[in-house]
């Protein structure tokens, strides 16, 4: 089955703590890309990868850190995860001659 | 002024309404134009797909895009309580996922 995988959905930690999201997509994808999702703002890209080892800032890019060392895999870093952090994440995958984006399920995380 | 407008909502329709979701955009270039659909506590799927001015139909489902006003709209008809959804039009200038921008989303509830 075509899908993108992210771990953790759920988690609640606390601030300055070291965490990574880590997210996988099985249908050889070129292009993946980070989103945050919050009321009234709606999606809001972070970081973005058009191949291995090719990054670039989205919107909202500020306390984030993203690698791409296999093209399946692009985990998001949060070095030192603030309050204003909290949010609902969304991973995704593209072909790059398309335009439809597969998204994962979601991360959910709290930063108190 | 952002780029892609869209009413947050909500929208609260008796079922067998039907249903008018829009969105207003600023840049001319964009020439690709999706909706998506995102069920509580899930990723966004997409919904309809669009290339340039006109209508589309799938099923119950009918996107329009007039360019000339800048201006694009998802009509589901006979809608059902299983349409309860956050509803977000994006659209891109060209193909790849990574152009794409989102609207803020509208959340839709279809009552029984």
């Known amino acids: 089955e075509a899908q993108v995988t992210q771990n953790p959905r759920y988690l609640i930690t606390v601030t300055g703590k070291k965490l990574t999201v880590t997210c996988s997509q099985n249908?050889?994808?070129?292009?993946m890309s980070w989103y945050r999702q919050d009321p009234g703002l709606g999606l809001r890209q972070i970081y973005y990868s058009m191949n291995v080892e090719v990054t670039d800032k989205g919107d909202v890019p500020e306390g984030y850190k993203v690698s791409r060392k296999e093209k399946r895999n692009f985990p998001l870093i949060l070095e030192s995860p603030s309050p204003n952090q909290t949010s609902l994440y969304f991973c995704?995958?593209?072909?790059?001659?398309?335009?439809?984006?597969?998204f994962g399920e979601g991360s959910w995380l709290t930063v108190v | 002024q952002k780029e892609v407008e869209q009413d947050p909502g909500p929208l609260s329709v008796p079922e067998g309404a039907i249903v008018s979701l829009n969105c207003t955009y600023s840049?001319?270039?964009?020439?690709?134009f999706m909706w998506y659909r995102q069920y509580s506590r899930k990723g966004p799927e997409l919904l309809m797909y669009?290339?340039?001015?006109g209508n589309k139909e799938d099923g119950r489902f009918t996107a329009q895009v007039d360019k000339s006003s800048k201006y694009i709209s998802l009509f589901i008809r006979d809608s059902q309580p299983s349409d309860s959804a956050t509803y977000l039009c994006?659209?891109?200038?060209?193909?790849?996922?990574?152009?794409?921008?989102f609207g803020a989303g509208t959340r839709l509830f279809v009552k029984a």
């Open positions: 669009t290339y340039s001015s």
């Open positions: 840049n001319s270039a964009f020439q690709y």
């Open positions: 249908m050889n994808h070129e292009y």
């Open positions: 994006a659209m891109s200038a060209g193909t790849g996922g990574f152009k794409t921008i």
């Open positions: 995704a995958s593209s072909p790059y001659s398309g335009n439809t984006i597969y």
